[in-house]
C-alpha cells in the first residue's frame, strides 16, 4: 500500500476522472525520452539524494533506498509512489519531498500531477500538505491497530 501522485495528459477540459481514463486506456510501447529521463533524474537527486536507476524497454524507474520514494517514467505518464511507513513530523517530511518531486516532474515533463487520495491536483495539494499527512497518520494507526508491523508503528 503506498502513497501515490500520477501525471498524465490532462485538458483544461477535462475532468481527472477523464484524464486518468484515458490515460489508462492510451496503453503505449513507445519508449519514453531519454533526454526527459536523465532531466529527471537530475532533478530527482537535487531533491532525494543518491538513488538507484532502472531501465526498463517501455519505461524508466528510480528509486530512493532511505525512503522507499519511487519514480516511474513512461512516454506518456508519470508516477511517484511510496509507502506509508511514516507518521507525525516523519510523515510531514516526506510529504514535503514527494510534493517537491512532483514539481520536478511537473516542470520537466510537462504533465500535470494529482493526488488521488486527496482528490486534488498537484497544484493544490502542495499548499495543504497537512492533508496527506493526516492520511499518512490514519493509515499508520490502522496498521498499528491490525498488528500489521511498518517502520512507522514498529
Not at 490515460?23 to 532531466?39: H, I, K, L, N, V
Not at 532511505?66 to 516526506?94: C, F, H, M, N
Amino acid at each position: 500500500m503506498s502513497y501515490d501522485l500520477i501525471f498524465v495528459p490532462r485538458r483544461d477540459d477535462q475532468s481527472w476522472e477523464d484524464a486518468l481514463g484515458a490515460a489508462e486506456e492510451a496503453d503505449s510501447d513507445e519508449r519514453p525520452s531519454g533526454e526527459t529521463w536523465a532531466r529527471l533524474v537530475v532533478a530527482a537527486r537535487q531533491v532525494l539524494g543518491e538513488v538507484s536507476v532502472f531501465e526498463g524497454a517501455h519505461n524508466y524507474e528510480l528509486t530512493h533506498e532511505s525512503t522507499g520514494i519511487q519514480l516511474s517514467y513512461y512516454a506518456k505518464e508519470a508516477g511517484i509512489t511510496v509507502p506509508y511507513w511514516y507518521r507525525g513530523e516523519d510523515a510531514k517530511a516526506i510529504v514535503t519531498a514527494v510534493y517537491r518531486l512532483g514539481e520536478a516532474v511537473q516542470a520537466v515533463t510537462g504533465l500535470p500531477g494529482y493526488d488521488p487520495q486527496l482528490d486534488l491536483p498537484l497544484s493544490d495539494a502542495v499548499t495543504q500538505p497537512e492533508l496527506a499527512v493526516r492520511i499518512f497518520d490514519h493509515v499508520a494507526t490502522s496498521f498499528a491497530k491490525r498488528g500489521i508491523s511498518s517502520p512507522s508503528n514498529g
